[in-house]
């Protein structure tokens, strides 16, 4: 498979996408973008299997309506990477900004460290796509907030006693918030439920901290794996059912 | 009991020297109303919502439908609708969701504007035998053009963004496939194709039976992201980023459970039977900075090719609003005022909240213009525009296009029932019930529509023709073209039209 190398020092989101969508026309396997400094909406509509590697800082909405490809960035990222994302994955070894994965209706996300607030706004899943956004560490207030599908995985890796943030999973209707430790009542948005986590959740957590750990370098994953977790689910597909009256 | 029955709100006759007993009434009706037993037809008028069904299909004329048949006692403030929304409210504690565009009598401000004339100098134009120019560019226009070379050698240096070329200023906007059935947006789409004009999806995806009329159709990206692709994307002609709705502005949309059937959930892309929930804001959009980068991000993702517009609510600062829209990179504006319709909303914001569109588009228009960035974005107006008189006047006060809801849907068949939220529009129009659908002929349905969109275009260059404008051009942000009759002094500063007689 061919690899492009494209240095994106000083230049601007359009032209860089455009080097893009050229290289993955004309069959390149990887696309290794150097010196990216704050440039939005990489691979935003880029649609293949291609891999894309990002070295620097990309700037918000990376893989934006990204259909396929996989980009593995070696840096933080800013606000909304995998925004209403399609398919594929996005790999980031750092942390991200607020409303990661937003919308995102398919595919996978996986963060090394921290994200900001709103976390994975309103996923929503559909038939064979279902969304999967991995946070190692810490997420901040509002996470699956508006929830329709899919599945967010708190692994909070350095974090000592019970998830502190608040509005978690407000108006969620759909999909499965996971997170290790544990999340007290007051900091629970409304119209959700917290159970320990249920076999089957254990089922999909154990291949995903797997790849998380593939990914980021942790040798045993097993103390990971075998933590104590509780999972978040919607108290009612029809959050709102009550609410109203017709004329 | 102790509020009890309200009284009916249609009484419902049948004249049985009439009637012939075909029964269809009885199979016309979703609502039950009418029952056949023992030869003779027999009705429950309190399930009647004046849709007008029976009456359209009753080959006798036999029946007839009277509105509010007991009077409550009267009084000005108390009126019944008042009365009966505290009873409803009484009984259930929540809130009231209604159907169709604002229910209150406001004045109506297209009532109060009249259109000029040629008498004598300037004479008058008639469009049978001179050209009128009803071809209408939605998008950003240059602010200047540069050119290199010289003589035949002469080159265009600017670089043109897309525009849409409409043969009409007249669209229709955005009805979901959800909100109404597909054999309604189907139709509504063969009349856009033969119309020269286009279409909005809503937010409810595009249905692949809609993709042969792709080139017609707007895709709508709103709050919920609902039916969203790269795919979806670069399907439609352009993209409308949807921030609010002039039937209920500031909040989201929830299609209930029920409405979500097979091909439904298909086109949205969410499972059957769930709540499809579009939040009130976008999650991504905070601010004028947020807004832009959706913008970019939806150009970014189609190559630029395609115009992306922002569409609002008429509300009170709307022009500060667009004049941040036109600076975010989108190509037009869509202004809808407290008057359009809608599948269902809260009856407190369809009756309370929001402005009129003649108000917000003449003040849209003025900031832009003060501000030197007319240019950068053409201006759409919707809601509540109800015949080609009304298209005219809100050109004249700086209107590039309009989007028609209703009166597009009143061309298939709708009576204005207002009850589209219940699901069982008999006419096939909002409704998924497979038998109510069919109900919906799509080849006289888009031929129905394409003619309204025909006789609004003749109406709107007789018009033209009469006041000795020959260009839709001429006509667009031309006030003087307009004269306010009983407006008060305050509204015709905002709408910067001289009195009748002035």
Redesign the interface.
């Known amino acids: 498979m061919d690899r492009v190398t494209i240095d994106a020092a000083g230049m601007h ?2 032209p860089l ?2 080097a893009i ?1 050229k290289a993955v026309a004309e069959g390149a396997g990887e696309i290794v973008l150097e010196n990216v400094l704050g440039q ?2 990489i691979a ?2 880029i ?1 293949g299997e291609v891999s894309i590697i990002i070295h620097g800082v990309p700037g ?2 990376l893989g ?4 396929g490809p996989t980009c593995t960035v070696y840096g933080n990222c800013d ?2 990477p995998g ?2 994302m ?1 398919s594929g994955s996005i790999i980031i070894h750092g942390s991200a900004g607020d ?1 990661v994965a ?2 995102m ?1 398919g595919g996978r996300v996986f963060v090394r460290d921290d994200i900001g607030y ?1 976390g994975g ?2 996923m ?3 038939r064979e ?1 279902r969304p999967v956004l991995v946070v190692g560490g810490s997420p901040r207030a509002f996470l699956g ?2 929830m ?2 899919g599945l967010i995985l708190a692994i909070r890796r350095n974090a000592g006693g019970p998830l502190r943030e608040r509005g978690i999973g407000s ?1 969620i ?2 999909g499965r918030i996971i997170i290790r430790g544990d999340v007290h009542e007051q900091f629970l948005g409304v119209g959700t439920r917290k159970s320990p986590l249920s076999s089957e959740g254990r089922e999909e957590l154990a291949p995903l901290i797997r790849d998380y750990s593939a990914f980021f370098g942790i040798d045993d994953p097993d103390p990971l794996i075998g933590d104590s977790y509780v999972e978040i689910t919607p108290a009612s ?11 | 009991m102790t509020i009890g029955s309200v009284p009916v709100r249609f009484r419902i006759a049948v004249d049985h020297d009439q009637c012939m007993l075909c029964g269809r009434c009885v199979e016309n009706c979703p609502y039950d109303v009418f029952r056949k037993d023992d030869g003779r037809i027999f009705v429950n008028s309190r399930k009647c919502v004046a849709c007008h069904r029976c009456i359209a299909m009753c080959p006798r004329d036999a029946i007839s439908i009277r509105e509010r048949p007991v009077d409550y006692r009267s009084h000005p403030l108390w009126t019944p609708e008042v009365r009966e ?1 505290i009873y ?2 009484a ?2 504690g ?6 169709m565009g604002n229910a209150l009598p406001y004045p109506v401000i297209f009532d109060r504007l009249v259109l000029d004339a040629c008498q004598v100098t300037n004479p008058s134009i008639d469009p049978l035998r001179e050209p009128m120019e009803l071809r209408t560019y939605i998008g950003k226009k240059p602010g200047k053009l540069e050119f290199s070379g010289e003589g035949e050698e002469t080159s265009l240096l600017t670089e043109l963004t897309p525009n849409l070329q409409l043969e009409t200023p007249i669209m229709i906007g955005h009805m979901s496939y959800g909100a109404i059935s597909l054999n309604a947006q189907l139709s509504l789409a063969r009349a856009v194709t033969m119309a020269g004009t286009f279409m909005g999806t809503g937010e409810g995806g595009l249905h692949e039976s809609l993709h042969p009329y792709q080139d017609r159709i707007i895709v709508q990206v709103a ?3 609902f039916g ?4 979806y ?2 399907r439609g002609a352009a993209i409308e980023i949807k921030i609010g709705q002039g039937a209920k502005p500031g909040i989201g949309g ?1 299609l ?2 029920e409405k979500v059937c097979a091909d439904v ?1 298909c086109t949205r ?3 059957e039977g ?2 499809a ?1 579009s ?1 009130a804001p976008h ?2 959009i905070y601010s004028i900075e947020d807004l832009k ?1 959706l913008v ?2 939806l150009k ?5 090719k395609k115009p992306v517009f922002v569409k609002i609510a008429a509300v009170h600062n709307a022009a500060a609003i667009a004049a941040g829209i036109a600076r975010s990179g989108a190509d037009a504006v869509v202004v809808d005022g407290f008057r359009g319709g809608t599948g269902a909303a ?2 407190v914001f369809r009756d309370h909240v929001g402005i009129p569109v003649e108000a917000a588009i003449a003040s849209v228009d003025a900031k832009l213009r003060s501000q030197g960035i007319r240019n950068e974005v053409s201006i759409i107006a919707s809601g509540g525009i109800r015949e080609s008189a009304d298209v005219a006047k809100i050109i004249a006060l700086g209107a590039d296009a309009v989007y028609i809801g209703t009166a597009a849907l009143v061309a298939m068949g709708c009576r204005v029932c ?1 009850t589209c ?2 699901g069982l529009c008999p006419w096939g129009i909002a409704t998924q019930r497979p038998d109510l659908v069919a109900r919906l002929e799509p080849d006289t349905a888009s031929a129905n529509v394409a003619n309204l969109i025909h006789a609004w275009t003749l109406e709107l260059s007789e018009l033209m023709g009469a006041a000795g404008i020959n260009s839709i051009e001429s006509l667009r942000g031309n006030r003087d073209r307009l004269r306010g009759y009983l407006l008060d002094e305050g509204i015709m500063k905002v709408l910067d039209v001289k009195p009748v007689g002035a």
């Not at chain 1, 597909?237 to 004329?247: D, I, L, N, Q, T």
């Not at chain 2, 970014?300 to 630029?304: L, T, V």
């Open positions: 989101y359009t996408n455009r969508r939005r909406f935003d509509g649609r918000g909405d934006m309506f990204m259909s606000h909304a925004n209403t399609d409303a937003h919308s209706r709103r706004i309103h929503k899943q559909y796509k907030e508006y329709a599908g108006g209707h759909g597909s029809r959050p709102f059912a009550s609410k109203y009256a017709w004329e | 929304a409803n409210q009984r259930t929540r809130i009231i969701l209604a159907g709050s919920g992201r969203v692709n790269i795919d994307l670069e929830h209930p459970g959930s892309m969410i499972p769930s709540d929930i939040p999650h991504d980068q970019r991000a970014e993702a189609i190559e630029w809260p009856r207002g939220y219940r």
